[in-house]
């Protein structure tokens, strides 16, 4: 996976679909996809936050439209901003092939937080287990 386009509000990943991206059933799997088309819409909602912001995933909506296989050559996941607001952000991606062939879509919902406010710069604890191994 690489990007092949980058700007503020929009963003492209891709992928060359190969057999170790199989399935039992023979095309590329579901996470493959959804993996592609997560990476752009996250990618596209940080394009739009200033520095010191951050975001997670609150809601990611895959829809598979057709399957993809080897054969399909190089897929597209080109992602959108749908809105930005104070905590909420919102995106699309569309994934498609060279000749622009829909393949799957997908939305997400994210919150988007300050980084130094929040606890993510704070070391988490150390926590110590101690297990009963006697059954």
């Known amino acids: 996976m690489w990007i092949t386009q980058v700007s503020e509000g929009r963003v492209v990943f891709a992928v060359e679909p190969a057999e170790y991206h199989y399935n039992p059933l023979g095309t590329v799997h579901g996470g493959v996809t959804a993996t592609l088309l997560d990476s752009a819409l996250g990618c596209v909602v940080q394009s739009m936050l200033p520095g010191e912001t951050s975001y997670t995933t609150l809601e990611l909506k895959v829809n598979y439209l057709r399957p993809i296989t080897a054969k399909t050559g190089t897929v597209y996941s080109e992602g959108k901003i749908i809105h930005v607001g104070g905590r909420i952000a919102t995106a699309e991606a569309r994934l498609t092939d ?3 062939k829909l393949y799957a879509h997908a939305t997400t919902t994210c919150i988007i937080f300050d980084i130094m ?4 710069m704070q070391a988490p604890p150390i926590i110590e287990h101690s297990f009963d ?3």
């Open 133 to 135: 191994t006697a059954l």
């Open 98 to 100: 060279a000749q622009g």
């Open 117 to 120: 406010k929040s606890n993510l």
